[in-house]
Every structure is written in structure tokens, then in C-alpha cells.
């Protein structure tokens, strides 16, 4: 061997033993993962302790040492790997190591292309993009926030069908729940979610039908086939129609269709149309929307939790009584709806968000977003602000109360199926002597369960739990200790403090006081900026059964009134004011919450329909009498005045055509309103501060006035620029320019 070859032999051999150190010492850089008898896993090192339950050695101790700095080590503390991210998905994972630089170039072409193929309204190639660019950066939540709104929001409403905008609904949640999966440190993913179920199943266009798809998605697909409620013939079994009746009937009620009080839609000529008039109508709608996104893979089996819809929050122990993907159709009651898988995913969210601080009392304290907290356990959402994302599940669970009260879902009296129906549109009847009539036992469903009263009851347990969890509501004397500590008397105004610096927090005087004056900003800010009091104080008096019985006999009453049966109508609404003036006088804060009106915007409502009903129909014979003998009085008292010596005409019999509504309304308002004049002391407790003062306040009814559009709006003046009144308007120059001749 020449000494190029053997210089050459000893450059090679050099290298091989570079090599070989230089993974020998990757070994202790990187690390490599063991696993425990026990499963669990551990970052093992050479020399460290395989047996993690020996006592170390000096040597075990350095290679412990060294364990903790290696890169696998840090990446699991930081939770940086795929896995500890959410759920990996191995052939998105292969695509983006294949495309190394390139990518964000591609995902850019991906969004361009995206954007375009909606514009042409190709959904499905849309889809599929979108797909693309979330498997291409699964880890930035913006595109799976972003495009899943896009399909539930804008792509869902570009469909005719309402079958089709459902499916698009489910298709951006669905979107949204893959991402939270594969991000399960998002707070922002899972409020998102929250919110799209808690808008599109609750104040969009033709909620009514979604509400309705959504029940479709809960139920088995064995006990909503349309096949099984027929005879041989083709006609509907009647007994086994009666079944699903009573195993469905919020589904089987919203199909049949009912005037709602809330339809503010249906005033403007725009309402929901959703009316099956016969069990044939039900059955077929059925038919229609038999492959609706659902639970089940066929009968019983439900599907796997990534392809079931509606999409839910695995189970976690924060939320025992939330749904989730292995609840199952008893689990999930015909109660539930999207305000309560909403509820479940708000409960989710606020998982990953710090709690709130507390004293050294261990009480809650008025506070903002937490600074000092775990980082690798919670996260700060991004919006909205804290104390605003933290109330979302009582927020849900009020909807949800709100739900049942407008759906007429009050006790356990149930729903006669065919109450107010003649016997030829009637759903069940019986043939008697030859014709069809309805039976003597009406058919009732969803009887026993007090439904209305059971969600208000947890609505108030919520927000209870809420304002203790956050100090929403304080105590007279916590109130007193932070005004005392603050420097300030018991009605003395205060203003958010100046920032502190670390030199005056070593005097335990300053801090205090600062503390003091923070917390007693902080809660006037956050119980006005969540209207906390009016919620708590609501659900406190609609947990009442005196006041479902009065919403009940109210509910009722509008129903006769559209139904034309003013004399039932007027008898209820007697009974419902009655009940309700009771609640109203017990419960002052109910009937006056802070910061809101609604409950007298109710009464007032309530009022307006009762009056011009009896304006219109005058179902008791006293309004129109009352308001003919009103109009004779004025006639005569008229004409004492303009004819000489007291002389006077004869009082008109009638009152003429033009002024006949007027009149009428006039009267009704002026001797039969049933909540005109002030609350006296026989009304309420004593001490109460609402004595005096009227039961319905002029500014409330003049702002219901202004929402109908019974009294036009006034605009503010507008102020000129120093703040003073309004300056005249300058005079309109003539052609000359100059100011027009007198």
C-alpha cells in the first residue's frame, strides 16, 4: 500500500469515527424514549436509571441531568410534538415534510384557489381546497376558524334547500371540531364551535326547520324511518304515528306548526312557514330529510366521534352533564338542541382559561384577564374579552330556557296534539255512528316533565355559580371592607386607578388601597359588561312556578287571540295578568333588573295585545259602550261651550266611522288597561322603592311604541361644535349670492 493509499485509509477511517461520535453524542443531545412497566414513558439516557424507582447514583444523577436537556426532553415539557399537540395525521404530516420550503407557497395557491372556486359556487371543489390548506398548516387555527365559518355562514346560505343549507351548517362545524382535534389547546376553536351552534340553531332565518333537522340528527335512524309509520297500503298507522308522537313531541310540534310571540320576522312579512297539516306531511318530510347528517351508523351504532353529527366535546370531568360523542339518545332527551351543544362546548373552552384570582380568603376577587397562571396548562383566548367568554355556558343554558318558554313548553301538563283544530284537520280521531270525530281522551305528549321550569331552575344555578366563580355579586359588607380599604365613603364615587409601580407595593398601605380601588372598578365594569344582574335576576323570577303558570295562561291567551277566540282569550288574559301582577310585586327585581327593561317591555306587550283586542273585537260588550258614552259626554260638553246660555245638542247615538278605532283604542287604554296608574303600598312589601312610581314607565312604552312602529323615532339634535345648542341654519342665498330679499 503506497502512502496515498494508506493516507487516504486513514482519512476514511477518521471520518467513520467522526461519524460514529458524532451520533453517539446526538444520543445525549436528542434523547430516546423508554417506556415504564406501568405504560407510562420516560427520556432515557446512557447511564441514567432504567429502574425509575431505585435511589440514583452519582452517575444516574448526571445522566438524569443531562436527560433534562436533551431535545425530546424539552419538547415534551414545551409540548411541541405532534402528538402532544392533538390528534396527528400521518399522510398530512408526510405532505408537508415532503414539500420542506414550498409550502407556504402552495397553501397560498390553495387559498387563491379556494376563494375563487366559491366564487363560482363549485362548493365541492371549495371543499376540498379547504381541506388541502388545513392539512398544510393544521397547527394555525386562523384558516379552520376562518373557512369553517365561510361554509356554515356564506356557503350554507347560497342554498336553496334547507336540507342543503343543513348540510353546509354541519359541514363548517364539523370542519371546525376536526381542528379543535387536532389543536386541543385552543380555547378559541371550541367557542367558535359554541357560537355557530348557538346562531344557526337559534336566531337564524327559518330556525324552526334547522331546530327540526337537528332533532332528525339526534334521533336512531330505526325510530324516525318513514316506512315504519305505515300500513301495507300506503296510509299512516295511526297508533304507530301516535308513538312517535309521544316519544317526540317538541319535533312533532314545531312540524305542526304554532304562532310564536318572538316571530318578529313574521311582522315584517318574512316569517317561517312551517306547517305539515296532516300526519302524511310529517312522514314525508321525514322521507325528505332521511340521510340528514346524524349520530348513528344504523339503528343503535353510533358512528365514530369524528363523523358524528352533531359534533361534540369529548367527555370531560369539568362538564359531567354535558353531551358527548358516546351519550346516547337517552342521554341526549328530546330537550336537546343546539343552545345545549353549545353549552357544552362554552363549558369546554373555559377549560383551557386561567381561574380566576382569589384573596387570601380564598375569595373570588373582581379581576380581568389573569396575568399569572400556568402557560403550559391554560391560554388567554383571543376574543372576546375574558369575563365575556367566561359566561357562555349560563349564557347557553338561558337560551335554552328562553327556548322552551317560546316553544310552550311550560310544565308537565303537556301538549293536546290537536287542541284548536276542527275534527277534519284533526291528526287523530274516531269513527262514532258513522263520522270521524275526535276521541274523548285528547292525544296529550310530553307530559310529566316540567319543562319550562326545569331549564330556568339551572339557568339560575348557572349564573349563581358564575357570579360566585368571578365575583359578579358582592355582599353589603365585602362592598364596605374594599370601600374602606380604598379610602372612600359609602357613596363616594371612584375611577379606575393609576398603574402601580413595584417601589409602591413594598408599602402595604399603597398596595391596599390600590387593590381595593381595582376591585370595585373592575366589578362595576364587568357586571355592565355582561349584564350579569339582569340575567341572575331574571332567572331567579322565571324559576318561579307562579310566574311559568302566568307565562303559561299568557301564551295561551295569544294563542286564542290569533286563533280569533277573543271571549277564551280575554278570560286568559285576565287570569295571566292576575298571576303576573303577583310575580311583578313580589320579585322587584325581576320586574326592575338593573340596567335592562325587558320584563316591563313583556308587561307592556302583553298589554298592547289585550287592548287592541278588546279595541277591535270587544269580546266582553263593555269597551264599545264605554266608548260611546265617553264620546256622547265630550259631544255635550263641546257643545256647552261654543252654543250660548248652556244650550247643547242632542249626544250622538254612534260614534262616526272615522273616529270609531280611534275612540275605541282611546277607551280601552284609558278604563281597561290592566297595569295603568302607580304601584300603591297594598301592592308590594313594605319599604319597596318602586312605590309610587308607575307599574309600566313612560320611556318603555314609548320605546315598544317606537319598535312597531306605532310612534316615529326623533333623531338627537346634534350638537355644534362648542358643545352648545343647535346653531340656526344660515339662509338659502338667492342667485346673486346674496341673502334673499323680506
Request: charged letters at 25%; glycine letters at 6%; aromatic letters at 10%.
Amino acid at each position: 500500500m503506497n502512502p496515498l493509499q494508506r493516507a487516504a485509509v486513514r482519512r476514511k477511517m477518521f471520518y467513520i469515527a467522526a461519524i460514529l461520535a458524532l451520533f453517539t453524542i446526538s444520543i445525549f443531545y436528542r434523547g430516546l424514549e423508554a417506556k415504564t412497566p406501568e405504560g407510562g414513558s420516560y427520556v432515557w439516557m446512557p447511564f441514567g436509571r432504567d429502574d425509575r424507582t431505585a435511589a440514583p447514583s452519582v452517575v444516574n444523577r448526571a445522566g438524569d441531568t443531562v436527560s433534562r436537556q436533551t431535545i425530546l426532553s424539552q419538547a415534551k415539557r414545551l409540548e411541541l410534538r405532534e402528538l402532544d399537540e392533538g390528534e396527528p395525521e400521518i399522510a398530512g404530516e408526510a405532505v408537508r415534510l415532503g414539500l420542506v420550503g414550498s409550502r407556504g407557497m402552495a397553501v397560498t395557491f390553495l387559498w387563491y384557489s379556494a376563494i375563487q372556486k366559491q366564487k363560482r359556487n363549485d362548493f365541492h371543489e371549495f371543499e376540498r381546497l379547504v381541506k388541502a390548506v388545513t392539512t398544510l398548516q393544521p397547527h394555525f387555527i386562523t384558516p379552520w376558524i376562518f373557512q369553517s365559518w365561510n361554509i356554515a355562514y356564506n356557503v350554507s346560505v347560497e342554498m336553496q334547500s334547507l336540507g342543503d343549507m343543513y348540510f353546509y351548517i354541519a359541514r363548517g362545524i364539523d370542519l371546525l371540531a376536526e381542528g379543535e382535534r387536532r389543536n386541543r389547546r385552543s380555547p378559541d376553536m371550541r367557542y367558535e364551535i359554541a357560537t355557530y351552534y348557538q346562531t344557526k340553531f337559534g336566531v337564524t332565518d327559518q330556525v324552526q326547520t334547522l331546530r327540526c333537522l337537528f332533532q332528525l340528527s339526534c334521533i336512531p335512524p330505526d325510530e324516525r324511518n318513514p316506512d315504519a309509520l305505515l300500513n301495507p297500503d300506503g296510509s299512516v298507522n295511526r297508533e304507530v304515528f301516535k308513538k312517535f308522537c309521544q316519544d317526540h313531541p317538541m319535533l312533532v310540534r314545531r312540524l305542526r306548526g304554532e304562532e310564536r310571540r318572538d316571530d318578529t320576522r313574521e311582522k315584517r312579512g318574512s316569517g317561517e312557514q312551517l306547517r305539515t297539516r296532516r300526519p302524511e306531511d310529517v312522514v314525508a318530510f321525514l322521507r325528505d330529510n332521511q340521510t340528514v347528517p346524524g349520530r348513528y351508523k344504523n339503528a343503535t351504532e353510533l358512528k365514530p366521534a369524528e363523523q358524528q353529527f352533531p359534533a361534540l366535546p369529548r367527555q370531560f370531568p369539568e362538564g359531567p352533564e354535558e353531551g358527548h360523542p358516546r351519550s346516547s339518545a337517552l342521554d341526549l332527551t328530546e330537550a336537546f338542541s343546539g343552545y345545549l351543544a353549545a353549552r357544552a362546548w362554552f363549558t369546554y373552552a373555559n377549560v383551557l382559561v386561567p381561574p380566576n384570582p382569589k384573596d387570601k380568603l380564598d375569595r373570588a376577587i373582581p379581576a380581568a384577564a389573569p396575568t399569572d397562571y400556568d402557560p403550559f396548562q391554560y391560554r388567554i383566548p383571543r376574543r372576546p374579552v375574558v369575563i365575556l367568554f367566561r359566561q357562555g355556558t349560563p349564557r347557553a343554558q338561558h337560551y335554552q330556557a328562553e327556548m322552551m318558554q317560546k316553544d310552550g313548553w311550560f310544565d308537565g301538563e303537556g301538549w293536546e296534539v290537536d287542541a284548536g283544530i276542527d275534527e277534519s284537520n284533526a291528526w287523530f280521531t274516531e269513527l262514532v255512528n258513522g263520522v270521524n270525530r275526535k276521541p274523548a281522551t285528547p292525544v296529550v305528549v310530553g307530559a310529566g316533565t316540567p319543562w319550562s321550569l326545569r331549564e330556568w331552575q339551572k339557568s339560575y344555578s348557572k349564573w349563581f355559580a358564575h357570579g360566585e366563580a368571578y365575583a359578579l355579586f358582592l355582599p353589603p359588607n365585602r362592598m364596605s371592607e374594599y370601600r374602606r380599604d380604598a379610602g372612600l365613603g359609602s357613596s363616594e364615587a371612584f375611577a379606575p386607578p393609576p398603574p402601580i409601580t413595584a417601589e409602591q407595593r413594598k408599602n402595604p398601605d399603597v398596595e391596599r388601597r390600590y387593590e381595593a380601588l381595582s376591585a370595585l372598578w373592575l366589578y362595576s365594569t364587568n357586571r355592565g359588561l355582561t349584564n350579569f344582574p339582569f340575567y341572575l335576576a331574571m332567572s331567579e323570577g322565571e324559576q318561579q312556578k307562579t310566574t311559568v303558570d302566568a307565562r303559561k295562561t299568557l301564551w295561551r291567551a295569544d294563542q286564542a287571540r290569533r286563533a280569533g277566540n277573543h271571549v277564551q282569550a280575554a278570560k286568559l288574559y285576565e287570569d295571566g295578568f292576575k298571576l303576573w301582577r303577583e310575580v311583578l310585586a313580589r320579585n322587584p327585581n325581576f320586574h326592575r333588573t338593573e340596567r335592562l327593561s325587558k320584563i316591563e317591555e313583556d308587561t307592556f306587550e302583553y298589554e298592547l295585545d289585550y287592548l287592541r283586542m278588546l279595541a277591535s273585537a270587544d269580546p266582553k260588550n263593555q269597551v264599545w259602550a264605554k266608548a260611546r258614552e265617553e264620546f256622547a259626554k265630550d259631544f255635550r260638553s263641546a257643545s256647552a261651550a261654543v252654543l250660548p246660555f248652556g244650550m247643547s245638542g242632542p249626544a250622538p247615538t254612534a260614534i262616526p266611522q272615522n273616529l270609531r278605532d280611534a275612540r275605541y283604542a282611546e277607551t280601552a287604554e284609558k278604563f281597561f288597561a290592566p297595569f295603568a296608574g302607580n304601584i300603591k303600598a297594598e301592592d308590594v312589601s313594605p319599604g319597596d322603592p318602586r312605590i309610587g312610581t308607575p307599574w309600566i314607565t313612560n320611556d318603555v312604552k314609548t320605546t315598544i311604541l317606537q319598535q312597531q312602529g306605532v310612534l316615529k323615532m326623533t333623531p338627537p339634535p346634534v350638537p355644534n361644535q362648542a358643545g352648545g345648542p343647535p346653531m340656526p341654519l344660515p339662509p338659502v342665498p338667492n342667485q346673486a349670492g346674496g341673502s334673499p330679499g323680506g
